[in-house]
């Protein structure tokens, strides 16, 4: 079992940054996938990238380019950096650990991008 919490969304101008943040309720070292999908209202849940327990990543061609996934097993966190945000990127974004067939969710954290 793993508890996951978001952090880091916000409201931002088009262009501009944000760095997410999810914490985990122990530690990340044996989680095999970790990742950030994103919702909006009436769509399904989407990925935007994930990372490996050896650390590669994979991306939305959305995406690619302009997040960057990461992970810090000593703080038992995986961070999303975001840079040129688009409107099209607002949405709400969960984090997700997926280890030994079961996968867990964080309650989200919203992001709006201003045009």
């Known amino acids: 079992q793993v508890q996951l919490v978001e952090s880091g969304g916000g409201l931002v101008q088009a262009g501009g940054s944000l760095r997410l943040s999810c914490v985990a309720s122990?530690?990340?070292?044996?989680?095999?996938?970790m990742g950030w999908f994103r919702q909006v209202p009436g769509k399904q849940r989407e990925l935007v990238a994930g990372?490996?327990?050896?650390?590669?990543?994979n991306y939305a061609d959305s995406v690619q380019g302009r997040f960057t996934i990461s992970r810090d097993n000593a703080k038992n966190t995986v961070y999303l950096q975001m840079y040129s945000l688009k409107p099209a990127d607002t949405a709400v974004y969960y984090c997700?650990?997926?280890?030994?067939?079961?996968?867990?969710w964080g309650r989200g954290t919203q992001v709006t991008v201003s045009s």
């Open positions: 997700n650990a997926e280890n030994s067939g079961l996968k867990y």
């Open positions: 122990r530690s990340i070292f044996s989680i095999n996938s």
């Open positions: 990372i490996t327990r050896g650390g590669s990543t």
